[in-house]
């Protein structure tokens, strides 16, 4: 029996980030640690009403100060073309109208120039010194102004039986409606690019970015440059959440005024305007009707949600993604639309549609079972669907029966006391709620190479980037597995265009699309190898390739072992390498991955606290990778899910658009004291229809669902159904005068 059969498998154990030395000692580059020779600074100017005309710019004064190399501005800016923004084609933008392209304005906060000057405050101060002159027009301020003015665009849906006929001849039902804020990501790295190009056309741009060849296509059209000239560097990214899915017009604008001045240029977003021009999650309105019969089962369920989306393009939040198919039920319609508001335009936010989608999904089923009568528990375990009716597929795997039981066990639910207000301790009132967790999982096209060297180790690199979740680990973890190196001896190469293509580090895709591609790579470098073991010259030349296996690092025929370096050298090879690529998931199966958070909130009502103090979450995501970035993952997710159920909210000055608490003192997430005992089950089951190593992804899911389970919670302690995020402590407070809502 050799050593490798005793040894702890590499897939699914806690390998720490190969990355965290480099990130502890300050050696990781982000995209603004980039500083080549001559290079210039640039800052915004930044528009200051939500809608209307810029009439006039002066630049005079401003151009007059230090340092000051250039002003841009629609009339002073580069001609550049636009990318047909495909998903499919891979070179998706979220904001399609090009930088500086005309004189509109179209949300607060929107480029107007870009100063240039030799150094960051050179170009902030001139930045302040450009007079800009509009005929400002009146702005649709918010979702509702925008169903009143605009109506809605349709933004698809399904549906199937007929829901209305269902809940008008159901026993119980509710029609209830929630709304969601606009979040702001707020990743600690800035949004951020550095371009520049060489004497013979080619773009090099370090950008803040989880999709490296996606922005190389997008900027290739938009350049009409080929691809093959483009190099987009983001070898690491302080997070991102989704703001950094697609390229802005930040980066496009760096690389357009680069190019015009013949020499680098960096730009850095300010934290004011992450709050305008690089993506939000919009706000949400979602009208829920449900209908149950006598025996609690779900007979009609209608999920219709509106959110903002800017003038210039049409983002959909796709509020009802998990609810055609989390529960089962014969008449359902999900429909979404859209509704323009003068801001900048939305994108992904961690868990996008599902998110808000189960705040209002996750609500609408606790008010549902109450009003049936039902444990909310029990309901759910009642009507979970078994398959997945709005595909009519079988699920791959699904275990959210047991997720939902384990984490009720964990937590203690059969301690709850379902009469409100009724669990007390001293002077804070207790109370438990739960919800489902849903997110669909996706293996996109990977190409990947693996080269295995003659110094014994191994290198593997993949045009995916690691934002700070750890995918350099786990693609260490795979070329491990395949060839017994160990983990530190793999150097693993991501966040560079020139690799070979990978996925954006987006949708909880990268794992799952990841390393397929990484394994293939690797078992075709060995297969190269064992060619170079078996040849002329070959340390087995005896030997035929099929007779040789593989473990530790070592090729072994007839109780002789070989390590690779002796392999290699043997045969006059620097490496023997490797290259694969990985179709996207067949459509056999509908993949999703389940879970169920369990919440437990305090509520002080002498004081008006209110707390999130424990939460158990239980995931099916398939094969667990690795246990340690695993949890990390889940655990942040809960983080912030706690900030989307009591903090987060971008609030907007009516009179001119602008995000008033637009920095990390006034847009609240949670800190530390507001973090709950959170305790992660993690279910293990490989999901092998899926691809070779079972793994869905994990980045999002454990965001779903959370805000609502902290809802129902609210909900058991005080007795109040807060159906508008985020839930604040004046609107748990008898006699406080609400807010109009939005
Ligand atoms: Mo995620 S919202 O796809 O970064």
């Known amino acids: 029996m050799s050593d490798t059969d005793t040894k702890e498998p590499i897939i699914g154990a806690g390998v720490p980030r190969i990355d965290g030395p480099d990130k502890l000692a300050g050696r990781a580059n982000y995209a603004a640690d980039n500083l080549p020779p001559n290079m210039a600074y640039g800052y915004g100017v930044f528009s200051t009403i939500a809608k209307g005309k810029v009439t006039r710019i002066k630049v005079d004064e401003a151009k007059r100060m230090p340092g000051v190399i250039d002003i841009f501005h629609h009339g002073h800016f580069p001609s550049l073309y636009r990318t047909p923004s495909s998903f499919v084609q891979g070179n998706k933008v979220e904001e399609t109208r090009l930088p500086f392209e005309d004189e509109r304005v179209y949300y607060e906060g929107q480029f107007v120039a870009l100063v240039v000057a030799d150094s960051f405050e050179n170009a902030r101060a001139a930045a302040r010194h450009v007079e800009v002159e509009y005929a400002p027009e009146s702005a649709v301020a918010n979702l509702a102004q925008g169903l ?54 080619n773009l090099t741009i370090y950008d803040a970015s989880q999709g ?94 509106i959110n903002t989306t800017s003038f210039t393009d049409q983002y959909v939040e796709t509020c009802g993604s998990v609810t055609k198919s989390l529960y089962s039920c014969p008449d359902l319609t999900v429909s979404h639309a859209t509704t323009q508001v003068n801001r900048g335009t939305p994108t992904s936010m961690r868990a996008p549609g599902a998110a808000p989608g189960l705040f209002a999904l996750e609500s609408a089923i606790d008010e549902m079972a109450l009003a049936a009568g039902v444990d909310p528990v029990q309901f759910r375990l009642d009507n979970y669907a078994e398959r997945d009716e709005s595909q009519d597929l079988d699920f791959s795997s699904n275990h959210i029966v047991e997720a939902t039981k384990q984490a009720a066990e964990r937590f203690g639910w059969h301690e709850r ?50 934002i700070g979740t750890g995918t350099y680990t786990i693609v260490a973890q795979a070329v491990s597995d395949v060839t017994g190196i160990p983990v530190d001896r793999i150097t693993v190469k991501l966040g560079d265009s020139s690799y070979p293509d990978g996925p954006i580090s987006g949708g909880s895709w990268a794992t799952a699309t990841t390393l397929p591609a990484i394994a ?71 993949y999703r991955s389940f879970g169920a958070h369990f919440v437990e909130v305090r509520w002080d009502p002498g004081i008006s606290h209110l707390r999130v103090s424990r939460v158990v979450s239980a995931i099916d995501v398939g094969k667990v990778i690795n246990e340690t970035t695993a949890r990390n993952q889940v655990e942040g997710a809960v983080v912030m899910g706690v900030g989307m159920g009591l903090f987060e909210a971008t609030e907007y000055d009516e009179r001119n658009g602008r995000p008033v608490n637009n920095d990390y003192a006034e847009y609240v997430v949670p800190v530390h004291a507001d973090q709950p005992e959170i305790d992660v089950i993690l279910l293990d089951y490989p999901d092998l229809a899926f691809n070779e190593y079972g793994a869905r992804g994990i980045g999002e899911i454990g965001i779903t669902g959370l805000a609502a389970a902290i809802g129902n919670a609210v909900h058991h302690a005080t007795g109040k159904r807060i159906r508008e995020l985020p839930i604040t402590l004046d609107k748990l407070m008898d006699d406080v005068p609400q807010a109009q809502s939005a």
């Not at 983001?234 to 001045?261: C, D, M, N, Q």
């Not at 190479?449 to 993949?462: K, W």
């Open 148 to 201: 009143e003015d605009n109506g809605t665009q349709a933004g698809g849906g399904h549906a199937r039986g007929d829901a209305a006929s269902a809940f008008d001849s159901a026993d119980t039902t509710i029609d209830v409606t929630y709304h969601t804020p606009v979040e702001t990501h707020n990743p600690m790295e800035m949004h951020a690019s550095v371009a520049y190009w060489d004497a013979q056309g």
């Open 417 to 466: 006391n379902p009469q409100i207000g009724s669990m007390r301790e001293g002077r804070e009132i207790v109370g438990y709620g739960m919800a489902a967790c849903n997110w669909e999982a996706l293996k996109r096209p990977c190409d990947a190479r693996v080269s295995l060297r003659a110094d014994g180790t191994a290198f593997a690199s993949c045009a995916t980037q690691d």
């Open 212 to 305: 490296v060849v996606v922005e190389r296509n997008a900027l290739s059209k938009i350049f009409a440059i080929a691809p093959e000239r483009i190099t987009v560097h983001a070898p690491y990214i302080g997070s991102g959440f989704g703001s950094k899915l697609w390229t802005w017009p930040h980066a496009i604008a760096t690389a357009a005024v680069s190019r015009e001045l013949g020499r680098p240029v960096q730009l850095v977003v300010p934290r004011q305007q992450m709050f305008t021009t690089t993506g939000h999650r919009p706000e949400t309105r979602q009208r829920m009707r449900l209908a149950t019969d006598g025996n609690g089962k779900l007979v009609s369920l209608r999920h219709e949600a």
């Open 520 to 590: 293939g790579a690797a078992r075709n470098a060995l297969d190269e190898l064992k060619r170079y073991a078996t040849g002329s010259n070959g340390i087995f030349a005896e030997a035929s390739a099929d007779d040789l296996s593989v473990a530790d690092g070592a090729l072994r025929y007839d109780g002789k072992q070989a390590s690779f370096a002796e392999v290699l050298d043997a045969a006059r090879y620097g490496s023997a390498d490797g290259e694969a690529h990985t179709e996207a998931a067949d459509s056999k199966y509908s």
